[in-house]
């Protein structure tokens, strides 16, 4: 039964994927997601979706490169981005010391600036906990966010990878150990 329903949010979320990937390669964007910030294309023969024929017995390759943005502007490159994905409402997860010390204002900064709505979720701490990760979904389903901004170290980062993959694909985050 399990298996079943991993198998039915797998089809569901290809619909969602091919949504996003057509968006993203399509005009404008597509130079802008698709290029670095040197203007190299991250599509060239191991791009994005692309499978290499099979090699005996051994399986098939997919190459998928990730796209960081690094330095000076990145932060606004970034949010730049998410807007033009046609984001609305961000929930920032992060801890509650990166708030106090104020480095997440730097973010909201930008937000403000691109006219992108966001609420701000701080209660992760170290590893954290099943309750941390529920109580973060909860906030962004009660507050209309359509996407996730993980800001600070490990544990952000950790909380809002689990957040937006029990938003997407459901469940409970304890479905997924050893995934």
Do not use: W
Request: hydrophobic residues 35%; contains cysteine.
């Amino acid at each position: 039964c399990q298996q079943r329903r991993a198998q039915h949010r797998c089809n569901a979320s290809m619909a969602d994927v091919t949504k996003i990937y057509k968006a993203v390669s399509d005009g404008d964007l597509a130079g802008d997601v698709e290029m670095d910030l040197a203007g190299h294309t991250t599509q060239g023969s191991h791009g994005v979706n692309y499978h290499h024929p099979t090699t005996g017995t051994e399986g098939s390759t997919f190459f998928m490169p990730g796209k960081s943005l690094l330095g000076e502007g990145a932060l606004v490159g970034a949010v730049k981005q998410m807007k033009s994905l046609g984001q609305k409402k961000a929930l920032v997860v992060t801890d509650a010391v990166l708030v106090k010390v104020g480095a997440v204002k730097a973010l909201t900064d930008v937000l403000d600036g691109a006219s992108l709505a966001y609420t701000i979720y701080d209660g992760c701490a170290p590893n954290p906990t099943v309750e941390q990760v529920d109580a973060g979904v909860k906030l962004l389903k009660e507050s209309g966010c359509d996407f996730v901004i993980s800001f600070g170290g490990g544990s952000p980062h950790d909380c809002a990878k689990a957040i937006s993959m029990l938003v997407t694909n459901g469940g409970s985050i304890k479905d997924y150990e050893g995934v």
